[in-house]
């Protein structure tokens, strides 16, 4: 069955550097643009970035543009998110999404906790 | 970027009852909405996309309607299952892909 594992969260202060990997089974990844969203505590979700699925193409909410940088590897079936200079609205959990629909997202990961704190 | 709004924000409802749950785009996204269940701890579930299909495995009883910047989710005869937070997604002008604030449903 389809299965989306993220891993890589953790606390860290800010300024500081994280990435995330988001580990894919059950399909190939490599057929599809996946997404990572994220959900601060309590709040609604946030789009933060999508790739291509052959990673030629990257676009990314302009609160994370030039701090943050999804790659993907698909010969691992797996997605990634360098996070730089991270501040304290980073704070969130960050889930990575599959997206058949053209930006509509069929799978989701369970999500990793980011917490940017001094 | 285009502004999701979703009301109520909380909905009380009975089980066995309906529930409609409205969400409004500040322009408009054609049909290119969808509809999310979130349950605490777990990741969104995909209940409709193209603001009318089901997804893969959701019950009958979840339906979408709307077009433009109108959109509704109507759960007919609601189960305890049910009982969630709902958002919506415009992906019609992207990116940002934008989700509205989320409509809790919970048990009267």
Redesign the interface.
């Known amino acids: 069955q389809v299965q989306l594992v993220e891993s890589g969260g953790g606390v860290v202060q800010p300024g500081r550097s994280l990435r995330l990997s988001c580990a894919a089974s059950g399909f190939s990844s490599s057929s599809y643009p996946m ?1 990572w969203v994220r959900q601060a505590p309590g709040k ?4 933060v970035a ?1 790739i291509s699925y052959d990673g030629s193409n990257k ?4 609160s994370v543009k030039g701090r943050f940088t999804i790659s993907r590897d698909n010969s691992k079936n797996t997605l990634y998110l360098q996070m730089n200079s991270l501040r304290s609205e980073d704070t969130a959990v960050y ?1 990575c999404a599959r997206d058949p ?11 990793t906790l980011v917490a940017v704190s001094s | 970027e285009i502004v999701m709004t979703q009301s109520p924000a909380t909905l009380s409802v009975s089980p066995g009852e309906s529930a409609t749950l409205s969400c409004r785009a500040s322009q408009s996204v054609s049909s ?1 909405l ?1 509809w ?1 269940q979130q349950k605490p701890g ?5 209940l409709i ?2 603001a009318s299909s089901r ?2 495995g959701v019950p009958a009883r979840f339906s979408g309607s709307g077009s433009g910047t109108e959109f509704t989710l109507t759960i007919s005869s609601l189960q305890s299952e049910d009982f969630a937070v709902y ?1 919506c ?1 415009q ?2 002008k ?9 409509t809790k449903v919970e048990s009267k």
């Open positions: 997404h609604g979700l946030e789009w999508v676009y990314y909410a302009d889930s629909h053209g930006g509509a997202f069929d799978y989701w990961g369970q999500g | 290119n969808a999310y777990q990741a969104p579930r995909l996309y193209g997804a893969t958002f997604q992906y019609n992207w990116p940002p892909v934008t989700f509205g604030g989320g």
